[in-house]
């Protein structure tokens, strides 16, 4: 069964300095979407992106953050300069094609755990 | 504004006891979507089951069943004869019905079966 994957599954860094993540959505789906969870909280949403563009995004969503579809298949989330309060679960999710039997479903991956020192 | 609330923090139960884990949401949309995610231990978020908002008819599949009231916009969920590898933290969340769009969770219930 198709699934959504991410990379690495646990990220340690230094504050200040650059992550990305990346995430493989699920192939033909052409919606994708990063969102968070800091520990013991509910999942936010960061941004959806289609068409190589960002749709929507949450106030969590600033400058410091990025996205790219760099190509057919990796979707990649970067944080500029990290936080200490960056230190969260991040989802990667896709979500199929309008007009497909999952168009409004979005299957989510693993994880990354982001972990700022 | 969307919001979903999911009133029980924690749960706790015995295995083959049934639970029904409650989610309120509010919308002013009139075309919405509602969710269910499970997030057992291991981290990951699990698809359960998705329903629009014109489809109030309730839905069994094997031990889970889903209860829609638009009257009182509730999107409860039952486990019936709970099994410990039920255990995990279950999320309902609120999406429009357009393509791309954000969805909305709950602050999850966090549910523990016990042999």
């Known amino acids: 069964e198709p699934e959504v994957t991410q990379t690495p599954s646990h990220q340690v860094t230094q504050m200040g300095q650059e992550v990305i993540l990346r995430c493989v959505p699920i192939s033909n789906h052409l919606y994708f979407y990063w969102y968070r969870q800091i520990l013991g909280q509910k999942v936010e949403f960061l941004v959806s992106?289609?068409?190589?563009?960002?749709?929507?995004k949450s106030e969590i969503f600033d400058d410091q953050f990025s996205v790219e579809r760099p190509d057919g298949s990796n979707f990649t989330l970067k944080i500029r300069s990290t936080k200490l309060e960056d230190s969260a679960m991040y989802f990667c999710?896709?979500?199929?094609?309008?007009?497909?039997?999952?168009?409004?479903?979005?299957?989510f991956g693993p994880g990354t755990r982001l972990t700022v020192l | 504004a969307q919001k979903v609330t999911q009133a029980q923090t924690e749960i706790s139960v015995v295995e083959k006891e049934d639970v029904t884990l409650d989610c309120v949401y509010e919308t002013r949309d009139t075309t919405y979507y509602l969710f269910w995610y499970k997030q057992p231990p291991s981290g990951e978020l699990v698809f359960l089951i998705r329903r629009n908002s014109f489809d109030e008819q309730n839905e069994i599949s094997g031990r889970y069943s889903w209860n829609f009231q638009k009257s009182t916009s509730s999107f409860n969920f039952t486990i019936t004869a709970s099994q410990v590898v039920d255990s995990a933290v279950y999320f309902c969340a609120l999406g429009y019905s357009n393509s791309g769009y954000a969805l909305n969770f709950g602050k999850g219930t966090s549910l523990l079966v016990t042999p």
């Open positions: 999710a896709s979500s199929d094609a309008p007009g497909g039997p999952d168009t409004d479903t979005q299957y």
């Open positions: 992106f289609y068409n190589n563009e960002i749709s929507e």
